[in-house]
T-cell receptor
Framework: GAGVSQSPSNKVTEKGKDVELRCDPI?????LYWYRQSLGQGLEFLIY????????KSGLPSDRFSAERTGGSVSTLTIQRTQQEDSAVYLC???????????????FGPGTRLTVL | AQSVSQHNHHVILSEAASLELGCNYS??????LFWYVQYPGQHLQLLLK??????LVKGIKGFEAEFIKSKFSFNLRKPSVQWSDTAEYFC??????????FGTGTRLQVFP
């Protein structure tokens, strides 16, 4: 595929359950980003990967949130013991490499809408 | 800390009206600035970006933005909007090898 893909597109879960969200970046993109879009709050940075390592985890809201990336490609964002305030659209983006060149443009996926009941 | 402010939260226009959406940022260093658009039911797409050079940047669909360093602004403009421009618009700041810092977005509604 030409773009960033995310799955599932929608996830409804009960409070206290764990969820895993998946992101497939554009092939060849080394940088991968997770954001959260909450109603009325815009987009909030969560975590950034360069290859398989995450030099910036500063945006993760609590230790219930974790993310990994394997093989420099697919990434999963895991939320443990979900809470109602975790309800949001979780967006993934990728870029060729974060070097400050024109290729820094981040390309976004369609997002996963998470609803915690 | 770096931040991006979009003061217009909701803008309503008639077709053919001119558009200007405000974006101000706070950061003293070199900045890369972006406008993204999210059409209803679609994902975020890049409208235009500024990295260096000419401060007047032209993007897709007739949009342009002007980087005014002295005002810390990067306002988005379009001389004549169309109904299909109805969307949410996000200004973003990119500070080197790091994340995008987004504004809270401006919802634009264009009526025929």
């Amino acid at each position: 595929g030409a773009g960033v893909s995310q799955s599932p597109s929608n996830k409804v879960t009960e409070k206290g359950k764990d969820v895993e969200l998946r992101c497939d970046p554009i092939s060849g993109h080394t940088a991968l980003y997770w954001y959260r879009q909450s109603l009325g709050q815009g987009l909030e940075f969560l975590i950034y990967f360069q290859g398989n390592s995450a030099p910036d985890k500063s945006g993760l809201p609590s230790d219930r949130f974790s993310a990994e990336r394997t093989g420099g490609s697919v990434s999963t964002l895991t939320i443990q013991r979900t809470q109602q305030e975790d309800s949001a659209v979780y967006l993934c983006a990728s870029s060729l490499h974060p070097s400050g060149a024109s290729t820094d443009t981040q390309y976004f996926g369609p997002g996963t809408r998470l609803t915690v009941l | 800390a770096q931040s991006v402010s979009q003061h217009n939260h909701h803008v309503i226009l008639s077709e053919a009206a001119s558009l200007e959406l405000g974006c101000n940022y706070s950061y003293g260093g070199t900045v890369n600035l972006f406008w993204y658009v999210q059409y209803p039911g679609q994902h975020l797409q890049l409208l235009l970006k500024y990295f260096s050079g000419d401060p007047l940047v032209k993007g897709i669909k007739g949009f342009e933005a002007e980087f005014i360093k002295s005002k810390f602004s990067f306002n988005l403009r379009k001389p004549s909007v169309q109904w299909s421009d109805t969307a949410e618009y996000f200004c973003a700041l990119y500070k080197g090898a790091d994340k995008l810092i987004f504004g809270t977005g401006t919802r634009l509604q264009v009526f025929p």
